[in-house]
């Protein structure tokens, strides 16, 4: 299972964009990058999935470099309401992802 | 939007006492999970279900907690004999497939607080 590395907290500012990076450097090449969203006290939330270079979808981007030891996760334009635990799980499929312990994303008015 | 649903919200047992927690995953999932988070850390993989077996189990997933899919609709998870460590919220979530391409989104439920005393 590929460890993966986060910083444990961020602050930010609405209106601001915030990247979130994560380290994997031993990720193998059949795993895929996935970001997760956990408000408090609900269940974590499905983000965005990647593989290699850049995907985009209405809620954030993932860029991946070509050697894919590392991720970063980039919301636009921050509101208060993503306040929230950011995880980055790395796997090939359900059975091999495991949550670390995130990234707590602070947005401050 | 279709969404899982778990019941109770919230469970007080005393130790030593069974529990089972209840889940309704989304209709044509076909992948069932348990998770556990206890309160400050992080999200604990507990067990993976697929076609009425166990795929994957964790460490934490020893012989004092069992699932079952009694029917077409509930996946619950029980834990025979609670202890004190058992106190956590449990979640559960669902995902439409099991492919060995890539991972399926899992669709998590609003999760049990489980308060053992």
């Known amino acids: 299972l590929a460890k993966t590395t986060q910083p444990i907290s961020m602050d930010s500012y609405e209106g601001q964009e915030v990247n979130i990076t994560c380290s994997h450097n031993n990720i193998a090449t059949n795993d895929y990058i996935t970001w997760y969203q956990q408000f408090p006290s609900q269940g974590p939330r499905f983000i965005i999935q990647g593989y290699k270079t850049k995907v985009t979808n209405e809620v954030a981007s993932l860029f991946i470099p070509a050697d894919r030891k590392s991720s970063t996760l980039s919301l636009p334009r921050v509101s208060l309401s993503d306040t929230a635990v950011y995880y980055c799980?790395?796997?090939?499929?359900?059975?091999?992802?495991?949550f670390g312990a995130g990234t707590r994303l602070t947005v401050k008015p | 939007e279709p969404e899982v649903t778990q019941t109770p919200s919230h469970q007080v047992t005393q130790m030593g006492q069974e529990v089972i927690l209840r889940c309704v995953p989304i209709s044509n999932h076909l992948y069932f999970y348990w998770y556990r988070q206890i309160l400050g850390q992080k999200v604990e993989f507990l067990v993976s279900?697929?076609?009425?077996?166990?795929?994957?189990k964790s460490e934490i997933f020893d012989d004092q907690f069992s699932v079952e899919r009694p029917d077409g609709s509930n996946f619950t998870l029980k834990i025979r004999s609670t202890k004190l460590e058992d106190s956590a919220m449990y979640f559960c979530?669902?995902?439409?497939?099991?492919?060995?391409?890539?991972?399926?989104?899992?669709?998590f439920g609003p999760g049990t607080r489980l308060t053992v005393t």
């Open positions: 279900f697929y076609n009425n077996e166990i795929s994957e």
């Open positions: 799980l790395v796997g090939a499929n359900n059975n091999d992802m495991r």
């Open positions: 979530a669902s995902s439409e497939a099991y492919s060995g391409a890539r991972p399926y989104e899992q669709y």
